[in-house]
């Protein structure tokens, strides 16, 4: 019975006496491959996530990008200490991501300017449709009359053009205008 009794309290002593839980912690998996990118640049696991827990994720980022712009000897110190003493960042990285972003800026407008010219474009192909049926939908008579009309309120480079071409003044007047 001793022994039973000294058996069974040998069984449950982590019921007893626990150990030291090792704590767990999740990362997302953004935060995962920024431990990563950290350890990559040989930064230690444990200070690597200790900066993730401590520290903004975006200044981070950035300092892994900016450490390419200093002449550290030991970029993971430098690193680490930029980060914690939130350093500026290089001038040159400085410059550099303004470059991109002015960059960036200046792709956008050119796309809106582009995005607006095919609208007004298509508009313009509109109204020129609609124009093309009223016309056919007159009487030849009625067409004549535009017609000459037309061709007295044109420049003379486009009369000369229309002569050339032999193309209904009308359209003409309206590809131009």
Do not use: C
Not at 60 to 83: F, G, M, P, R
Not at 133 to 140: A, D, E, F, T
Not at 144 to 163: A, D, G, N, Q, Y
């Amino acid at each position: 019975m001793k022994r039973a009794k000294i058996k069974s309290i040998d069984d449950r002593t982590e019921e007893y006496l626990p150990g030291p839980k090792e704590e767990v912690i999740k990362y997302s998996k953004e935060k995962i491959d920024l431990i990563n990118q950290l350890v990559k640049i040989n930064v230690s696991k444990i200070t690597a996530e200790n900066l993730i827990k401590n520290n903004d994720q975006e200044l981070i980022k950035k300092w892994i990008e900016a450490i390419n712009y200093t002449n550290a000897d030991d970029k993971a110190a430098y690193l680490v200490k930029a980060i914690r003493e939130n350093w500026q960042f290089p001038e040159e990285y400085l410059r550099e991501r303004k470059e991109e972003e002015q960059k960036e800026e200046n792709e956008k407008v050119e796309y809106i300017k582009i995005k607006m010219q095919e609208e007004e474009n298509k508009k313009r192909q509109e109204e020129i449709k609609k124009i093309e049926q009223i016309y056919h939908s007159l009487n030849p008579s009625q067409q004549e009359e535009i017609r000459i009309e037309t061709e007295k309120r044109l420049p003379e480079f486009w009369k000369e053009k229309i002569i050339k071409e032999k193309v209904n003044p009308y359209l003409w007047m309206n590809l131009s205008g």
